[in-house]
DNA sequence: CTGTTAGCGCGTTCAT
DNA sequence: ATGAACGCGCTAACAG
């Protein structure tokens, strides 16, 4: 059997209170009382039973997402995992005594952030998740969380500077980097332009990824020629005309990087015109969309953060921030997921 | 507040023992009377408290995990894993009241293996974790636990006419299948043969790769030819002589698949001449030897398989199933993970 | 068949 | 500064 409180207050010799008052560090006891209960705890090998404290302490995790509503299908998932997590009847919703809640909130809308974060710092919480938007309003209301000591995670999109404890998502660089090893790959010998299509450069996510993929295809000996970066607003409509028009106007293109959301455009324009299609095809994200385009050999490689994990992430990490616990680092780390026709998870 | 034993005690106007008894399916209850408790059950939503069910009952789940003592970086890295999850300090550890232990078993030694299973569930363990390999010994000895009703997980390389209940580890067809779309497409448009070194076509898992990455080749216009199969052993020593020949002796080598361990082998004979590397690179599981040529652009690409989301997930599966309980199929499945140089992990 | 009671390991009053 | 006693939500003896 493992050593409990009874065996530490025996083995010293004082009572359970006093033990507990050395366990969580608080005043009222002697130092010469308090060395003897940690020599105790030591000699004994004692680890405090973490499910049995929450009992007695009938404590919960309230954890609050904020998430914007916009529609695209990665934002969707991402949702419905977080709700999932928070299902009572799961897991983590029933064992681990959690109350997620879902504060929807409109897509870049800065000022609507920052005041839902403000209010979600109201409810008193023990942490809060939250898709950041680079803006100084969004990085105030974090910094006011922080201040507060509630613990703040920065979903998918970061913001450094804002002192979010933790950040659940890619290495948008690397993943541009990624991206563009792979473009060079796949376009091995070949020269010929190479198109970006990003959402917008405002967003510090798509920022990123750009600049590593430029980085990438610029080095090394033959560099491959990068054109002006296209601005699709995410915008499954207006990608489709940037998409279409690059298509028919740049007869040589040989690869295309969609970076940000709006594939559904880029998709349509691919198969509007097939035999103009470049030779590589990158994007990011997997959707019914996405998947359909790879099975189809209409694109050739996605590259993909996974929301089930990110969602789960963020809920473990924010629970040992409030538990002042550690957690493992490569448990939380997103992978940079490359999904090809041949190992896409089923579904 | 979420509703407790009592409050549907109250509701259904028994006691506390009756509704233990109806939500834990013992008998010794009027059907009428369980009715009644079923009804307050779901008219309040009550959901069992698991953590405090198992305090009262001070369970603890003993886990098996039965791993080949060789002395590959892959099962270095999964034992070590399986370690960290039995720590108690962790949260694995320690919350969910698990007690894993470790059995070595001499590598490749199927009587051995089948003997070490019969052992494992001597101790009445709430699970076993085993690496199969694929004999009617050890099928028949996961057969003799399964018939016992302890719950048997297979790990890395399946079984699955053994009745298994679960395996934890990629799909190896669609493995190799990967590893033959990054060919074809590093390949693009070259031609020439390409090579393929496995351990032992007598592990399940190299077979399947093997098949899945043969049908790749084939298949399409254009069909790359591959060299017949080199085995290795998995055996540094070996796998270098292979590789050194094979380079030296194909002058026009379009590519090389090494789908096994022994890659250190691989990694010196392409270094030793590096002039005569051929264009694709591919092979298994991420060590610092493969970091490493990875980095240093020995190796295109490697494929791998997340050796501590194998251990964390074995465990909770092996969980629920000695809990009755269901687990989330997508947060289980483990993924073909694809590493270029620039999305490796830290470390 | 059903109810009472005493813990599981810990946190938290309220006394001393 | 320290200790005794009760309760968190649930299970398990033992009564009745």
Redesign the interface.
């Given at each position: 059997m493992?050593p409990t409180v009874h065996d530490i207050a025996a083995e010293a010799g004082v009572s359970l209170a006093t033990v507990d008052r050395v366990l969580n560090a608080r005043v009222g006891v002697r130092a010469e009382t308090r060395e003897r209960v940690q020599a105790a705890v030591t000699r004994l090998g004692y680890?405090?039973?973490?499910?049995?404290a929450?009992?007695a302490k009938s404590r919960s995790y309230a954890i609050r997402f904020i998430l914007p509503d916009g529609d695209n299908p990665f934002m969707h998932a991402l949702k419905a995992h977080v709700l999932?997590v928070g299902d009572?009847?799961?897991?983590l919703g029933?064992?681990?005594?959690l109350a997620v809640s879902l504060d929807p909130v409109p897509s870049l809308d800065v000022v609507a952030l920052a005041a839902a974060l403000d209010r979600a710092g109201e409810q008193g919480p023990a942490g809060i998740a939250v898709v950041a938007v680079d803006a100084p309003e969004v990085e105030a209301a974090i910094g006011r969380l922080t201040a507060r000591g509630i613990p703040v995670a920065t979903l998918v999109s970061d913001l450094p500077a804002s002192g979010r404890r933790h950040f659940a998502g890619i290495d948008n660089i690397?993943?541009g980097?990624?991206a563009?090893?792979?473009m060079r790959?796949?376009?091995?010998?070949?020269s010929g332009p190479v198109a970006v299509i990003a959402g917008s450069l405002t967003l510090r996510d798509h920022r990123e990824r750009l600049s590593?993929f430029a980085d990438?295809l610029a080095q090394g000996a033959q560099a491959l020629n990068l054109l002006p970066v296209l601005e699709g607003g995410d915008d499954p409509i207006r990608v489709e005309t940037l998409a279409a028009k690059l298509i028919a106007e740049v007869p040589d293109l040989a690869g295309i990087y969609s970076l940000g959301a709006g594939d559904r455009g880029l998709i349509r324009a691919l198969s509007a015109a097939p035999e103009r299609r470049p030779?590589a095809v990158l994007l990011h994200e997997l959707s019914p969309h996405t998947r359909q385009a790879l099975e189809a050999g209409l694109v050739?490689a996605v590259l993909a953060q996974d929301p089930?994990?990110i969602a789960?992430s963020a809920v473990?990490v924010l629970r040992?921030f409030a538990d002042g616990?550690s957690?493992?680092p490569?448990?939380e780390?997103i992978?940079?997921?490359?999904f090809?026709?041949?190992?896409l998870?089923?579904?």
């Amino acid at each position: 059997m493992r050593p409990t409180v009874h065996d530490i207050a025996a083995e010293a010799g004082v009572s359970l209170a006093t033990v507990d008052r050395v366990l969580n560090a608080r005043v009222g006891v002697r130092a010469e009382t308090r060395e003897r209960v940690q020599a105790a705890v030591t000699r004994l090998g004692y680890v405090r039973d973490v499910a049995a404290a929450n009992l007695a302490k009938s404590r919960s995790y309230a954890i609050r997402f904020i998430l914007p509503d916009g529609d695209n299908p990665f934002m969707h998932a991402l949702k419905a995992h977080v709700l999932q997590v928070g299902d009572p009847a799961t897991r983590l919703g029933g064992l681990e005594r959690l109350a997620v809640s879902l504060d929807p909130v409109p897509s870049l809308d800065v000022v609507a952030l920052a005041a839902a974060l403000d209010r979600a710092g109201e409810q008193g919480p023990a942490g809060i998740a939250v898709v950041a938007v680079d803006a100084p309003e969004v990085e105030a209301a974090i910094g006011r969380l922080t201040a507060r000591g509630i613990p703040v995670a920065t979903l998918v999109s970061d913001l450094p500077a804002s002192g979010r404890r933790h950040f659940a998502g890619i290495d948008n660089i690397a993943a541009g980097r990624t991206a563009g090893g792979l473009m060079r790959r796949f376009l091995s010998g070949r020269s010929g332009p190479v198109a970006v299509i990003a959402g917008s450069l405002t967003l510090r996510d798509h920022r990123e990824r750009l600049s590593g993929f430029a980085d990438v295809l610029a080095q090394g000996a033959q560099a491959l020629n990068l054109l002006p970066v296209l601005e699709g607003g995410d915008d499954p409509i207006r990608v489709e005309t940037l998409a279409a028009k690059l298509i028919a106007e740049v007869p040589d293109l040989a690869g295309i990087y969609s970076l940000g959301a709006g594939d559904r455009g880029l998709i349509r324009a691919l198969s509007a015109a097939p035999e103009r299609r470049p030779q590589a095809v990158l994007l990011h994200e997997l959707s019914p969309h996405t998947r359909q385009a790879l099975e189809a050999g209409l694109v050739d490689a996605v590259l993909a953060q996974d929301p089930g994990h990110i969602a789960r992430s963020a809920v473990r990490v924010l629970r040992a921030f409030a538990d002042g616990t550690s957690f493992d680092p490569a448990q939380e780390r997103i992978r940079i997921d490359i999904f090809l026709k041949d190992n896409l998870p089923p579904g």
